[in-house]
Structures are given as structure tokens and as C-alpha cells.
């Protein structure tokens, strides 16, 4: 499936303003000497080019003097003497059920810029399919945490908060949601990546001194231009668009119909905004007419306003959006929420299928009182029938079984559909 099982916990900061900078990504970090050596996850530092670090109000440019992605390990030097840093204690001295904290940032941009204290115990001394790098943790984590550390009662580094269970994937997989599943890299990895890198011997005794030790990572990213792009769609084809789907190079499904219940006539245009940018600001873009044919343009630069222009010259051979056989009676079925609240998954499959199709929001999200067209992709049963389950911000499931399937059906999920 799309969305990993481990899901690692930096947080991601949307947004659509044309900043020269804007944060990418925020997670946690911790000093483990005086002279401003902080410890914290590779993965923190993936969504930016320049880390700062953020000290009472104040940020602080890293510098960043080793990083090891294989353990997930970042050390970063800043120009502050702190007067409160960490000892690193190894983790095999640790048994399992032994208390442990967690301190750290977590959804900065819904809780706000508060540290956060969590507590738990130690539940395995491995992490998932018995990886020997990580241990699993029952105190919460969370987007933000990602670097913090996690602390024995001795106040001690033992860890680094580093990643959970992706309950939805699980969900979607198995039927059942996982829980508070968390996992941190042990701290036995911390040594063999410092090299001449000197440690402190630690100086908290308090929770309050672990606090002061511990700090928000903030990532930044250059921009040159906005962070999503306008692109005018153009239909010369001389039929009537019905679908329009725009995905990054790098995904592996199209997402949701961009044209939603609205089509787009021979010699007329029409914009879509706010499309997220990839490294490459490349992106598939596929149209669909009113005979089920498709035309497709792959690996499109993508800028600003600019004019994607579709003849017949791009039609994909009378070959439907996701298919090579017969396709003309392909069903659409929209569905809509009428929940209550914002639904961040959507699954379809075959009712005689034994798993869930991919998650077809890809990286939209779904809002009260809307709506989403699904193209299926093919005919995977004889009748028709399918199951349909949506989940929810707060991981609440909502499933109707056995939908008989017709073109342009309309299929409202309210609140009395919640498993």
C-alpha cells in the first residue's frame, strides 16, 4: 500500500503562502553537552535545506556534523551554551515494563509551540518484524516528536523518539486498529556516530532540567516561488472532458477527479490550484472524455499558470483511465460525506475481495458536506458489488458492504454508518 506501515513522526507544515522560506518541517532535539551538541532523527532534517534551532523564542542556525539515515541519527552543533544537557545511558541496561517520558514538540501547529510530556513503559526491546534498532514504547508520540528524548526515571537518554504504527494502514489491512504502538532508536546507536564529537556526562536531575534540555527543531525550505502552482488544463480534443487527474511522477495512483461533478468543453480550459509541489514540480496528467477515452501527458514540468494543452494527438489508443480491456461501462460512484467530520481515507474493493484496494484521497483529504468522484479501475467482479470504507480525522471507520454498484451513483456515509 501507498502509506507505510511505520510512519515517522517529523511534522509536515502545509502551506500555500509565497514566503523566500517558509518551515517545512518541525520536529525535537536535545542537548547532550554544554557547548551546544544536540541529538535528534535524520528524517527531521529531510524536508528543508536550512535547520534551526529554536531556544526561548530565539532560533539558532545548526550546523550539521553527522547523520547516519540507516539508524536514523542526526547530530547538529549550534553557537549557544546550554546550561542543561543529557546523559546518554545505554538501553540494554533497561528491562522491559520500565518507565520511561518522552519529551518533545508534537503538532505544533494545532497544540502550538508548548513542550509536551508523555509517559509509558518500555514494551518490547525490538521494533517492528524484531528490527534490533528500535524498541517499542507505550508512551504517545506524535507529528513534532520525532528527535525528542526518551528518558528513564533517572532522567537518562535511553532513546529517540523516532516513529509509530500508521493505525490507519494497519486498519485497512487487517480490520483492526493498532494500539499506541510507538517505537524509538536505541541509544547504543548515538556513540559509534560521533567520532571526535565530545558528550557531556549530564547534569539533569529534574524534569524541569529535562525541559530546559530539551528543544524544537524548525526545517526550512528556499523558495523561489509558491508552494502549489496554478495549471490551466486545455481540452482540444474535440470531445467533451468528463475526468481530469493530475499525480506526481512519483505516486502510484491518480487521486481524485479534479473536474468533480463539472466538464470541460472542446476549446475550453480549466484551472487547477494549489496543486502540491514535488522535487521536481513534475507531474501525470491524464484526461477522460465522454466516450471513456483517455489521453495523457507524463512527466509534465509543471509552472505557474501555465497551459497544458490536449489534441487528439495524446489519446491513449481508446484505452480507459486505469485499464486495457473493455472499458466504455466502467462505473463511477461518488461518494459523500455527510459525517460530521473530515475524512482522510477512502476504500474501495471488490466485494468479493478479501483486502482493501488502495486508499484513493492519495494526499487529499476529504471535508464535511463533500464530495469525491471514484473512477473504478476495472471490472473485478461480475455483479458489481462493492465495498466502501471511509475513515475519519479521529480514525473512526464508516462502511457500507456489498453496494451495488451503477454508473454516477450517488453514496452518502452519515454518522449512523460508523462501525
Not at 551554551?81 to 508534537?106: C, E, M, Q, S, W
Amino acid at each position: 500500500m501507498k502509506k507505510y506501515i511505520l510512519v515517522l513522526i517529523f511534522l509536515h507544515i502545509f502551506s500555500n503562502f509565497a514566503y523566500s522560506q517558509s518551515v517545512n518541517s518541525t520536529g525535537t532535539g536535545f542537548f547532550v553537552s554544554a557547548n551546544g551538541i544536540i541529538i535528534t532523527c535524520a528524517h527531521v532534517l529531510e524536508e528543508g535545506t536550512r535547520v534551526m534551532v529554536k531556544i526561548d523564542n530565539q532560533e539558532y542556525q545548526a550546523q550539521v556534523l553527522a547523520k547516519n539515515n540507516n539508524t536514523d541519527i542526526a547530530i547538529l552543533k549550534i553557537n549557544y551554551r546550554n546550561p542543561f544537557h543529557f546523559k546518554i545511558t545505554n538501553f540494554n541496561a533497561t528491562n522491559l515494563g520500565d518507565k520511561v517520558y518522552v519529551l518533545g514538540f508534537p503538532l505544533s501547529d494545532i497544540l502550538g509551540f508548548d513542550i509536551r510530556l508523555t509517559d509509558g513503559i518500555i514494551s518490547a526491546k525490538s521494533g517492528i518484524n524484531s528490527d534490533q534498532n528500535y524498541f517499542q514504547l507505550s508512551a504517545p508520540i506524535q507529528p513534532g516528536n520525532s528527535g525528542g528524548p526518551i528518558i528513564s526515571s533517572r532522567f537518562e537518554v535511553i532513546g529517540i523518539a523516532a516513529a509509530k504504527l500508521n493505525e490507519m494502514a494497519v486498519l485497512a489491512s487487517s480490520g483492526s486498529i493498532p494500539q499506541n504502538v510507538n517505537f524509538g532508536v536505541k541509544s547504543e546507536h548515538i556513540k559509534p556516530l560521533l567520532g571526535e564529537i565530545t558528550l557531556g556526562n549530564g547534569n539533569v536531575k529534574t524534569m524541569n532540567d529535562a525541559i530546559n534540555a530539551t528543544v524544537q527543531i524548525l526545517c526550512y525550505e528556499q523558495r523561489t516561488q509558491q508552494t502549489g502552482s496554478t495549471v490551466n488544463i486545455v481540452n482540444k480534443t474535440g470531445y467533451t472532458i468528463y475526468y481530469i487527474y493530475l499525480s506526481p511522477v512519483s505516486s502510484d495512483n491518480w487521486g481524485v477527479d479534479r473536474l468533480g461533478s463539472g466538464i470541460l468543453k472542446n476549446n475550453n480550459s480549466f484551472s487547477v490550484s494549489s496543486l502540491p509541489l514535488n522535487v521536481s514540480n513534475r507531474y501525470d496528467i491524464l484526461i477522460v472524455n465522454e466516450n471513456n477515452v483517455s489521453y495523457t501527458k507524463r512527466n509534465v514540468l509543471l509552472s505557474p499558470n501555465q497551459n497544458i494543452e490536449f489534441t487528439s494527438n495524446d489519446s491513449d489508443s481508446q484505452q480507459s483511465v486505469a485499464t486495457n480491456d473493455s472499458s466504455r461501462n466502467l462505473p463511477t460512484v461518488r461518494i459523500t460525506n455527510r459525517t460530521g467530520y473530515v475524512v482522510f481515507y477512502v476504500y474501495i474493493s471488490p466485494a468479493a475481495s478479501s483486502d482493501w484496494e488502495e486508499d484513493v484521497m492519495g494526499d487529499d483529504v476529504l471535508p464535511n458536506g463533500n464530495y469525491v468522484n471514484v473512477r473504478l479501475a476495472r471490472h473485478l467482479n461480475q455483479t458489481n458489488r462493492y465495498d466502501i470504507r471511509l475513515i475519519d480525522i479521529d480514525g473512526d471507520t464508516y462502511t457500507k458492504w456489498n453496494v451495488l454498484i451503477t454508473q454516477n451513483m450517488n453514496v452518502d456515509f452519515t454518522i449512523n454508518d460508523m462501525d
